[in-house]
């Protein structure tokens, strides 16, 4: 499956803060991708959708202005976590797509801490 | 959003026991898939099933799509202590337009006492 890869793998920020967290598609040119958030104990919940050269899509409840994506390049895709805040410290996740196989593959995690 | 139901919550077993655990869903979904995550990690892909009433395998681990596609199942077999782990279903629907996010189940806390 297709390799992914996230930096950083944890950051730990004051809160006030923006914290950029990258997705690299490694061995494979995506024009989507996922981004994902997971509080402790909690499933995946799918944030936003990332779309090569166009604006991404958020889920409802999601804050566009609050969780910036910048998909630049089919090979990355970047969520810049602005003005950060206690309640955003979890685990953010991205993904991608194999169009050809139907399959989602997911990147090792970054986990976000904010004091 | 829609939500799957993801039972048991957790399982406490013994090694070589098998392990059973399914989801369902009240709305239809084209794709199921199953992941394990482990702490710390990202999920990992088990098995993709694409089809209503396809059964597929991948080592010990057996996993269905239902007929009604509103549910699939997943077995592991003789488990060993490596299968420790959350395992989570997945579920797409197809919209026609592109590729489209995953609805995850809540997730099965696998446990096993050697």
């Known amino acids: 499956g297709a390799v992914v890869s996230q930096h950083p793998s944890w950051v730990i920020c004051k809160s006030g803060t923006s914290v950029k967290i990258e997705c690299r598609s490694l061995?494979?040119?995506?024009?989507?991708m996922f981004w994902y958030r997971q509080f402790p104990k909690q499933s995946l919940m799918l944030m936003a959708t990332s779309n090569e050269g166009s604006k991404a899509t958020y889920e409802q409840g999601v804050e566009k202005d609050k969780f910036l994506i910048n998909h630049a390049s089919l090979t990355l895709s970047t969520l810049t976590v602005t003005s950060a805040h206690p309640e955003d410290s979890s685990f953010y996740i991205c993904s991608l797509e194999d169009r050809k196989y139907n399959e989602q593959f997911f990147g090792p995690g970054t986990r976000l801490t904010v004091l | 959003g829609q939500q799957l139901n993801q039972s048991p919550q957790s399982m406490f077993i013994q090694e070589g026991e098998d392990v059973s655990m399914n989801c369902t869903s009240s709305s239809i979904f084209n794709t199921w898939l199953w992941y394990k995550q482990d702490p710390g990690e990202g999920p990992v892909l088990l098995i993709a099933l694409y089809k209503a009433g396809e059964l597929t395998s991948n080592g010990r681990l057996t996993a269905q799509f239902g007929i009604t596609r509103k549910d699939s199942f997943l077995n592991i077999s003789a488990s060993i202590p490596s299968d420790v782990g959350i395992y989570f279903c997945a579920g797409r629907e197809y919209s026609g337009g592109g590729a489209d996010g995953l609805t995850f189940g809540k997730g099965t806390h696998l446990i096993i006492q050697p």
């Open positions: 061995d494979f040119q995506a024009t989507t």
